[in-house]
């Protein structure tokens, strides 16, 4: 694939992005998320993961409290936690790991 068509892909995954943002955000006003086969939100959040990882292997900056509420960190986090067998000691490990 050409860097142009890396670009390009790019752009449509932001597009992508701004537009599912956006009726996520109306999805929570109207009730609708609570509908939300949760099949769909656990591929979501995958994706949301593999993104991120190499997101931040390319030194991006974390989400900030702009972006989640300590509430949707923690239970993320939770889940992923306990997906993967994981616990709080494990976390903290790779916590150290990210902050040095």
Partial sequence: MSPSEHTD????IDELVTTLAAEVAAGLDDGAIAT????TARRLVSTAARCWAVAAEEGAEPPDGRDTT?????ALATAALRSHDLNPFDLALWFS???S
């Fill in 9 to 12: 892909r790019a752009r449509r």
């Fill in 36 to 39: 939300l086969d949760p099949t």
């Fill in 70 to 74: 300590p509430t949707d960190a923690v």
């Fill in 97 to 99: 790991r990210s902050s």
